[in-house]
DNA sequence: ATGGGAAGCGCC
DNA sequence: TGGGCGCTTCCCAT
C-alpha cells in the first residue's frame, strides 16, 4: 500500500451506492440499518474495534447487515481495499456492491397461534419493542427517559412466533413466567424495560451474545457476527401500526431463537453461570439508579454557573474567542504552548500543555476546563431527573468489564460523589484494594509481589524500596508514589516516557533518564513480570489466542504497540473484573440493602441509619475476598452518609 | 439541519 | 509506544 492518503470514500456516500444497488437502508436511532433481502447476518461496527474485513465482504456479498457507524472512515476504507483490491476506487466499491443478489423469500408479517403447551426443556426467545428515547442524542428508549415507552413484547417458540401488545399483560406474563429458559439478544436491556413493567420472568436467562465476547472479546458495539436470521426487514421509526410492530417484534424473537445454541460448550461455562445470574441483577440497577440530594446538586449547580461565568469574564479580558476551541486556544497561546502535535496535525492544548503554559490565560483556562465539565457532563443532566440512572451493560466491554451508558455511573467524578446518598441512609462501599496488581502478580507467577500480598504489605512501598534500596518502612510519599507509578505502567508496556507523564500528573517531576532508570530496575526486581510478558508477545507471534484464567479469549493481530500492551492488559483487566462480578454475586442475598452501583473494583450500598453492624459487613467482605482462593483480594470497607464521606472501617481478606 | 471525527477529560 | 470505558464540544462535510 502507498504511503500516500487514500481518497476518501464518505460513510454517506457509500450508503447511498448501496441503495443505488438496491440494498434498502433505513435510519435509525441507534444508527444505519443496511438490509439485503437475502441471507443474513448482524454486525456491529465502532470505532474502538478491530473489525475484519470478513464484516464488509459479508456485507457486499448481500448479506443482512447492521451498522453501526462509529468507524473511523480509513477504517472503512481499509476494509474496501480488503474486500475489493489494493487501490479501491469509489467505482470499484459500486462494483463490489453490485454483486448483492436479489433475495429469497423471508418469513411473511403474519402471527402464528401462541401455544396453548410449552415442553419444559424448549427455550423461549422474547424480544421487547420500545418507543422514544432521545434521538439526537443516541439515546434509546429506557423506562427513565421521558418520553419513552414499552410498545410490546415479542416470543418465539419452536416455529412458532407471536407478540402481545404491552396493555395485554396477562398474556405477557403467562410466557415470561414459565420455567422454559428465556433467551434474549442483548439480554439488560430488555429485562429493564420488563421488570420495569413489573413482568415476574422465571427460567434461567440467556444471552445470544455473551459466548461471542468469551470467545473473541467482542462488545456489543464491537464486530458481532451473530449468524443467520430469517426475518431481515427492520421497523422504520415512529411506525403507528401496531400491527406492523407485533409482528415485527415476533420475526425479530425468532431471530433470537436461531442465533441459540444451547449445545454449545460456553452455555455451562461458569463464567456464562455467573451472567445468567447477575444479568437481572444488573438490570435492577440499572433501573433504580443512583440517588441524590438535590439541594445538594443544585446548589453546587449555582455555584459552578456563576464561577463559570467569572471566569468567562477573566479571559474574555485576555483575547475574545471561544475557549473550548482548541484550535482557537492555540492561535492566542502560540509560543507559550509545549512543543506537541495531535496525530491530527493540531498543536496540542490539554491540560498538561496548559500547565507547562507560562500564558496568563492558562490557569484561568485550566480551571474553565474543570468547572465547565462538571456543570456540562454532571450536574445539568443530573438535574433533568430525580435520580440518575444509567445502562449498566455486562458485556460493551472487550475485556468484560462492565460498562454503563445513557450517563456513565463509572466516571462521577470523586468531587460530586458527595451529592449522592438517600435520606436515612447510609452508603457502604466494598473495593478491591489494588486489584489488578493482585491478577497480574497470580498470572505472571510474581513470586516477590505474591508474598508481599499474602503478608497484607503495601505493594506499591516495597517496589519503591526495592528501586531506590532502602528498607522499605523509610519509603516517602513520594517515592511510593514512584512505585504505584512502575507497577501500574510498567505491567502493559509503559515505557520512561509514559512513566515521566504519569509522574507528572502525580505532581512528581524526573527526567527520562531517570525513568528508564527505574523501568530498569523494576523488571531486575520482577524477573518473572519480563518472562510473563515475553511469553505473551510468543503467543502473539505465534498466533495463539491470549488467554483469561476465567476462559475468556482474545485474538489478536501484533499488529502495533497498541495491540501488544492490549494483549498484556486484557487477561488482567478482565480477570479483576470478573472476581468483582463474582464477589457480588457470592455476597448478593445476603446483603443487608440494595447495591446501587457497580465500578469496576467497588460495589456500593445502601442501608438504612443505624444498621450498621461491623461483624455482618466483616462477614461479608471476608466472602467477597475468599471468592476464589488463587487470588489474595483484599477488601476495603467503608461507610457514610454519601458516597462521597465514606470512611473506611477495616480491611478483609489475605492475612488481615 | 444533521452526523461523524477529533480532541479533551471524567473514572477504574 | 500502559489498558479499558463513555460523554461533550467543536469543526466540517453532507
Not at 50 to 79: F, S
Not at 170 to 183: D, E
Not at 348 to 374: G, N, T
Request: net charge neutral; aromatic share 8%; charged share 20%.
Amino acid at each position: 500500500m502507498s504511503s500516500q492518503k487514500p481518497t476518501a470514500y464518505p460513510v454517506a456516500r457509500l450508503l447511498l451506492d448501496l441503495r443505488r444497488q438496491g440494498v434498502q437502508t433505513i435510519q435509525r436511532t441507534s444508527g444505519v440499518a443496511l438490509v439485503c433481502p437475502r441471507h443474513v447476518r448482524t454486525l456491529e461496527l465502532q470505532s474502538r474495534v478491530q473489525v475484519n474485513a470478513l464484516a464488509l465482504a459479508d456485507l457486499l456479498q448481500g448479506l443482512h447487515v447492521t451498522l453501526h457507524l462509529g468507524i473511523p472512515e480509513d477504517a472503512w476504507w481499509r476494509h474496501l481495499e480488503q474486500v475489493a483490491g489494493t487501490g479501491t476506487k469509489p467505482t470499484a466499491a459500486r462494483a463490489a456492491v453490485a454483486t448483492v443478489l436479489a433475495g429469497k423469500p423471508m418469513l411473511p408479517d403474519t402471527l402464528d397461534e401462541p401455544p396453548a403447551m410449552i415442553p419444559e426443556t424448549e427455550p423461549v426467545a422474547v424480544d421487547v419493542e420500545t418507543i422514544g428515547g432521545v434521538a439526537s442524542d443516541h439515546r434509546v428508549p429506557l423506562p427513565w427517559v421521558d418520553p419513552s415507552e414499552l410498545v410490546c413484547v415479542g416470543f418465539s417458540i419452536a416455529n412458532c412466533r407471536f407478540a402481545f401488545p404491552a396493555s395485554d399483560r396477562a398474556n405477557i406474563q403467562r410466557f415470561l413466567g414459565t420455567s422454559n429458559p428465556k433467551v434474549f439478544h442483548n439480554a439488560i436491556y430488555d429485562l429493564v424495560w420488563l421488570l420495569d413493567a413489573a413482568f415476574e420472568i422465571r427460567g434461567s436467562v440467556h444471552d445470544t451474545l455473551w459466548s461471542r465476547a468469551f470467545e473473541n472479546g467482542a462488545g456489543v458495539h464491537g464486530l458481532k457476527v451473530t449468524g443467520t436470521f430469517t426475518y431481515a426487514v427492520h421497523l422504520p421509526e415512529k411506525t403507528p401500526d401496531l400491527a406492523k410492530v407485533l409482528t415485527y417484534c415476533a420475526n425479530d424473537a425468532r431471530n433470537t431463537l436461531s442465533l441459540f445454541n444451547p449445545t454449545s460448550p460456553w452455555c455451562s461455562h461458569p463464567l456464562y453461570r455467573l451472567y445468567q445470574r447477575m444479568a437481572p441483577r444488573v438490570a435492577a440497577i440499572s433501573r433504580t439508579g443512583l440517588p441524590f440530594f438535590r439541594d445538594r446538586v443544585e446548589a453546587r449547580y449555582a455555584e459552578a454557573v456563576a464561577r463559570v461565568a467569572w471566569l468567562d469574564a477573566a479571559l474574555g479580558q485576555i483575547a475574545r474567542i471561544n475557549w473550548r476551541s482548541a484550535d482557537q486556544v492555540a492561535h492566542v497561546l502560540e509560543e507559550a504552548l509545549p512543543n506537541r502535535w495531535t496525530p491530527g496535525g493540531q498543536r496540542v492544548v490539554d491540560d498538561a500543555a496548559l500547565r507547562e503554559c507560562e500564558h496568563p490565560a492558562a490557569a484561568v483556562l485550566l480551571e474553565k476546563r474543570e468547572v465547565d465539565k462538571v456543570v456540562g457532563t454532571y450536574l445539568r443532566p443530573f438535574l433533568q431527573r430525580d435520580r440518575v440512572c444509567g445502562l449498566i451493560t455486562l458485556n460493551a466491554a472487550r475485556t468484560g468489564r462492565t460498562s454503563s451508558r445513557y450517563t456513565n455511573l463509572q466516571n462521577i467524578p470523586r468531587s460530586l460523589r458527595t451529592l449522592f446518598g438517600k435520606a436515612g441512609h447510609d452508603w457502604v462501599k466494598l473495593d478491591f484494594a489494588a486489584a489488578e496488581l493482585v491478577v497480574a502478580a497470580v498470572v505472571a507467577e510474581c513470586s516477590s509481589l505474591l508474598a508481599w500480598f499474602r503478608e497484607g504489605k503495601d505493594p506499591h512501598a516495597e517496589t519503591a524500596a526495592r528501586i531506590f534500596h532502602k528498607p522499605s518502612l523509610s519509603v516517602t510519599a513520594e517515592e511510593r508514589a514512584v512505585g504505584k507509578t512502575l507497577n501500574f505502567s510498567l505491567c502493559y508496556g509503559g515505557t520512561a516516557r509514559t512513566i515521566v507523564q504519569r509522574a507528572t500528573s502525580y505532581g512528581l517531576a524526573f527526567s527520562l533518564p531517570e525513568a528508564a532508570t527505574f523501568r530498569t530496575a523494576w523488571f531486575a526486581a520482577f524477573p518473572e513480570m519480563t518472562a510473563w510478558q515475553a511469553e505473551t508477545m510468543r503467543q502473539l507471534e505465534d498466533g495463539e489466542p491470549i488467554r483469561s484464567p476465567f476462559g475468556r479469549m482474545w485474538t489478536i493481530p501484533p499488529h502495533s504497540s497498541h495491540e501488544r500492551n492490549m494483549a498484556l492488559n486484557a487477561p488482567i483487566q478482565s480477570t479483576a473484573s470478573d472476581l468483582l462480578l463474582l464477589a457480588a454475586d457470592a455476597i448478593w442475598d445476603v446483603l443487608p440493602g440494595p447495591v446501587v452501583n457497580l465500578v469496576h473494583d467497588e460495589v456500593d450500598v445502601l442501608i438504612p441509619k443505624g444498621t450498621w453492624d461491623e461483624a455482618q459487613w466483616r462477614d461479608i467482605a471476608r466472602r467477597m475476598a475468599g471468592v476464589d482462593a488463587r487470588f489474595p483480594m483484599r477488601v476495603e470497607v467503608a461507610v457514610g452518609p454519601d458516597w462521597g464521606a465514606t470512611v473506611e472501617q477495616f480491611v478483609e481478606g489475605v492475612s488481615v
